[in-house]
């Protein structure tokens, strides 16, 4: 397995961009078993500009399991969480200073590695649902597209399958070719899941998915949620505790820009080895 | 007369009447600048309509706006007073020899038609907005999706701001000396597409660049995440939903380019000319022509011949036809952005 990894996001010419077939589904997924450390974070500095947002970050994100970043505002969860896709590389000054990312044991900041590449195998549902104004069909087909998938049956099946696993194929079946923004918040936000899901991606990354939801909607996302840890790496930014201990099978606590803990989600919750963490999950701050 | 009185009496008070006055002030400025409208546009329908709509079907002019310029001759021919243009006078004058003794007038310009200046307009504005576009975009790409801001990046704007400000006099010199002269290009289209284009550029791309912002980030930011690259996102995610704005800049850029004539005055436009720019012997001849178009004709006709009821027809009647064509550009290019808007809505 470790052999062939490198491959999987190597800079390639640029033809790779848009090869003609759909990547296969996550070829090394089924060797790692189900709790292997999939992403390795191992102490990352990381600044906007002067300012340091990430401190010796030192964490291991399991294969097929939900992780949740939690903290108040301005902890860097969701900086660590746009570090993985390298999100951060769109923001002017944005630099990691120390420490290294790895994914399946590559270091994503290697200058080999294509950055498309990565993002194709690491997506991400961002905290303002964001369908674009496109029919719900074309928001789908979106990533494929982009690699050149142009087989009518095929995308078809794709929009099936992204839209049945994001839990919204009943609601929209009749209307696949209206404008994405045509729905409710909730349904936005679980298009926009299932427009991840329809390039394959490994690993998912929430930034506060539900922050902009109501109740009923949070719900059924949280549903989603379980649903999908069964086939992807979920890494989810919350600032909704109890969501964090419904959904998640461990969980990090960031304050200030440090990992203050990060243990199962039981254990987070109930018997948390740091006072800060318990302080802050039994809402005495933050 | 109630004498009742309560705390909320209304009374006439200097603070009242000052007010009043300014809002009449207001109200009467708006009213000035309608005015300024109408009357100019009325004459301007009211004169011109005649020479290009008639009573009689097909209700077109079809002569006004399909022929070329001719001198108008007028003159007495036993006891008829008559009015011919060039074409038909010579067939007259075949006919009638005796006409020769006749004392004749005659207007250049001032029969058939303005087809030509037409032709050379619509040409002039498609092609300078073409290329406008093309460079407008693409620079306010590079400026609001790939350059960092900078030192560099600040000059560059503020040159884009400065070059808005220059007269249109000073770009067709420009044009004269680079295109014209510099590149040899001579009087041709060529040089007043570019020399036009030059000068709607600033706006052009100041406008696409507002466009470009007004595309929120998350569509960016989704398309990415997806794995495009920049310019797929650029290409599929972003320029689809600002060319709305796009449209909407490039309509004041038409206006103004089909209206100037500074600018074409030493770059592109001929007083007059016989042939029409398809009839070149080779397609490179093409872009090397020099045209008529409608404000330099609307300049010739203003300036150089005299005016009186005779040259009347073409005057108003090019200037009437002008303002239909500009206004005909711009409903179709609103049409095209409100339906590109209804596409794309957020």
Known sequence: ?286 | MSTECHIFQARPSALRRREGLVFFCFRAATYFVLLCGALIFGTIVFKGAGSVFQVRAPFLNTTFLTEAPESLHVFEFHGQKMELGDGDYRVFQARHPDVARVKSESYIYSAGGIFPCIVGTVLLVLGSMAIALILGVSAAIYLNEYARDGRFIRFVRLAILNLAGVPSIVFGLFGFGMFVIFFGWNVSLLAGWFTLAFMVLPVVITASEESLKAVPRGFREGSLALGATKWQTIRKNVLPYALPGILTSSILGIARVAGETAPIMFTAAYVVRDKLPWQVDKFSEFFFQGVMALPYHIYVVSSKIPQNEYTERVQYGTAFVFLLIVALIATASIVLRSRLRNRYQW
């Open chain 1, 1 to 286: 397995m470790v052999t062939s990894a490198p491959s999987l996001m190597e800079t390639r010419p640029s033809a790779s961009v848009r090869h003609p077939t759909v990547a296969a589904p996550a070829t090394g997924a089924a060797v790692a078993p189900a709790g292997a450390t999939l992403v390795d974070i191992d102490q990352l500095d990381f600044f906007y500009g002067a300012l340091q947002a990430l401190h010796g970050v030192t964490l291991g994100i399991e294969n097929r399991k939900v992780t949740a970043f939690i903290g108040p505002s301005g902890c860097g969860k969701s900086t660590l969480l746009r570090c993985l896709n390298r999100m951060n590389d769109l923001i002017d000054g944005a630099r990691v200073a120390k420490g290294m990312i790895k994914i399946r044991g590559i270091d994503i900041h290697r200058p080999d590695v294509d950055v498309i590449e990565l993002r194709k195998r690491v997506g991400m549902v961002f905290q303002k649902s964001n369908p674009f104004p496109k029919s719900i069909h074309e928001n789908i087909t979106y990533g494929l597209k982009l690699q050149g998938q142009t087989n009518k049956a095929r995308l078809d099946e794709v929009v099936e399958t992204s839209l049945r696993g994001a839990a919204l194929w009943d609601e929209v079946k009749d209307r696949l070719h209206t404008s994405g923004l045509g729905l409710s918040g909730g349904q936005q936000q679980r298009l926009c899941i299932a427009r991840a899901l329809a390039v394959e991606p490994e690993v998912i990354l929430m930034d506060e998915p539900c922050s902009a939801l109501d109740p009923v909607a949070t719900a059924k996302i949280e549903e989603l949620i379980q649903e999908l840890r069964t086939r992807f790496t979920i890494v989810i930014v919350t600032h909704n505790m109890q969501q964090a201990a419904r959904v998640s099978d461990k969980t990090a606590f960031f304050y200030l820009g440090k990992l203050i803990e990060y243990a199962d989600t039981r254990t987070i919750f109930m018997n948390p080895a740091h006072a800060q963490t318990e302080a802050y999950v039994s809402g005495r701050f933050g």
